[in-house]
C-alpha cells in the first residue's frame, strides 16, 4: 500500500498530496456535522470550511458548491461498497456462500461507514434533485454489476437480461431498504446483528427462489 499522506510532515507533502487531504478534511468536516443530528440540506460553505479549520475560500477550491461535495460522498461510497461486494461473487467463493457473503461485506460497510450512510439514507428520500438522481444512478450501478456477475457464474441462464435486471434490481433495494435498521442496531448486542444478517439472507433467497421459478412470457402484440 503506498504510504498516508496524513502520517507525513506538511512539508513533504507534494502538491496533489496537499489537495487530497484538503479535500478529505472537508468531507470529514460535512460528515461530522450530520453526525451532530444536522440534515445535509442545512450545511452551509462558511461552516463545513470552519468545521474543517479552513476559510471558505478553502471550499471553493475543492467544491463549486454543498451538492458538488455531496456528490463527492456518494461516489466515494459507491465506489468502496461496488468493488467489495464484487469481490463477494468471484468464481472462487461457494455459490451456496455468495448471498451470505455479500450481505456480510455489506452490513460490516455500514456499520463502518455510519455517518456516510446515514447521509446516503436521508439524501435519497428527500434533500437536493442532483444527489437524489445520483443516488439512483449508484443504485442502477449495483444492479447491473450483480446481473453481470450472475450471468459469469453461469446462475439463472434461463433468464432474459431483462427479468434478470428486475431481480437484481428487487435485491439492491432489499439490501440498502435495510440500512437504517443496521445503524439502529445496539453495538453491544451482536444477537441481534446476527439475527437481522439472517433475515436479510432469507429474504434474498426468498428472491432467487422466484426467479428460479420465473418464465419469460413471450412478447404479446398490442391489439390492432
Given at each position: 500500500?503506498?504510504?498516508?499522506?496524513?502520517?507525513?510532515?506538511?512539508?513533504?507533502?507534494?502538491?496533489?498530496?496537499?489537495?487530497?487531504?484538503?479535500?478529505?478534511?472537508?468531507?470529514?468536516?460535512?460528515?461530522?456535522?450530520?453526525?451532530?443530528?444536522?440534515?445535509?440540506?442545512?450545511?452551509?460553505?462558511?461552516?463545513?470550511?470552519?468545521?474543517?479549520?479552513?476559510?471558505?475560500?478553502?471550499?471553493?477550491?475543492h467544491f463549486k458548491t454543498t451538492d458538488e461535495l455531496g456528490l463527492a460522498l456518494v461516489e466515494e461510497v459507491s465506489l468502496t461498497l461496488r468493488r467489495l461486494l464484487r469481490e463477494a461473487r468471484?468464481?472462487?467463493?461457494?455459490?451456496?456462500?455468495?448471498?451470505?457473503?455479500?450481505?456480510?461485506?455489506?452490513?460490516?460497510?455500514?456499520?463502518?461507514?455510519?455517518?456516510?450512510?446515514?447521509?446516503?439514507?436521508?439524501?435519497?428520500?428527500?434533500?437536493?434533485?442532483?444527489?437524489?438522481?445520483?443516488?439512483?444512478?449508484?443504485?442502477?450501478?449495483?444492479?447491473?454489476?450483480?446481473?453481470?456477475?450472475?450471468?459469469?457464474?453461469?446462475?439463472?441462464?434461463?433468464?432474459?437480461?431483462?427479468?434478470?435486471?428486475?431481480?437484481?434490481?428487487?435485491?439492491?433495494?432489499?439490501?440498502?431498504?435495510?440500512?437504517?435498521?443496521?445503524?439502529?442496531?445496539?453495538?453491544?448486542?451482536?444477537?441481534?446483528?446476527?439475527?437481522?444478517?439472517?433475515?436479510?439472507?432469507?429474504?434474498?433467497?426468498?428472491?432467487?427462489?422466484?426467479?428460479?421459478?420465473?418464465?419469460?412470457?413471450?412478447?404479446?402484440?398490442?391489439?390492432?
Amino acid at each position: 500500500m503506498p504510504p498516508d499522506p496524513s502520517r507525513k510532515p506538511a512539508e513533504e507533502l507534494t502538491r496533489t498530496e496537499r489537495k487530497d487531504l484538503t479535500r478529505g478534511s472537508l468531507l470529514r468536516a460535512a460528515l461530522a456535522l450530520m453526525g451532530q443530528g444536522r440534515s445535509f440540506t442545512s450545511l452551509g460553505i462558511r461552516e463545513i470550511a470552519r468545521e474543517a479549520g479552513m476559510v471558505p475560500n478553502a471550499f471553493y477550491r475543492h467544491f463549486k458548491t454543498t451538492d458538488e461535495l455531496g456528490l463527492a460522498l456518494v461516489e466515494e461510497v459507491s465506489l468502496t461498497l461496488r468493488r467489495l461486494l464484487r469481490e463477494a461473487r468471484q468464481p472462487h467463493v461457494p455459490q451456496s456462500d455468495v448471498v451470505r457473503q455479500s450481505v456480510q461485506v455489506y452490513f460490516r460497510y455500514v456499520v463502518s461507514n455510519r455517518l456516510q450512510f446515514l447521509f446516503i439514507c436521508s439524501e435519497r428520500a428527500g434533500g437536493s434533485r442532483a444527489l437524489r438522481t445520483a443516488i439512483r444512478h449508484d443504485v442502477a450501478a449495483f444492479t447491473s454489476d450483480m446481473a453481470h456477475d450472475i450471468r459469469r457464474l453461469g446462475l439463472f441462464p434461463d433468464l432474459s437480461p431483462e427479468s434478470l435486471h428486475l431481480v437484481c434490481g428487487l435485491m439492491v433495494t432489499s439490501m440498502l431498504a435495510v440500512a437504517p435498521e443496521i445503524l439502529d442496531l445496539p453495538p453491544d448486542q451482536p444477537a441481534l446483528a446476527a439475527q437481522m444478517t439472517d433475515a436479510t439472507v432469507q429474504q434474498l433467497h426468498i428472491i432467487l427462489m422466484g426467479a428460479a421459478g420465473w418464465k419469460d412470457r413471450p412478447a404479446t402484440r398490442a391489439p390492432a
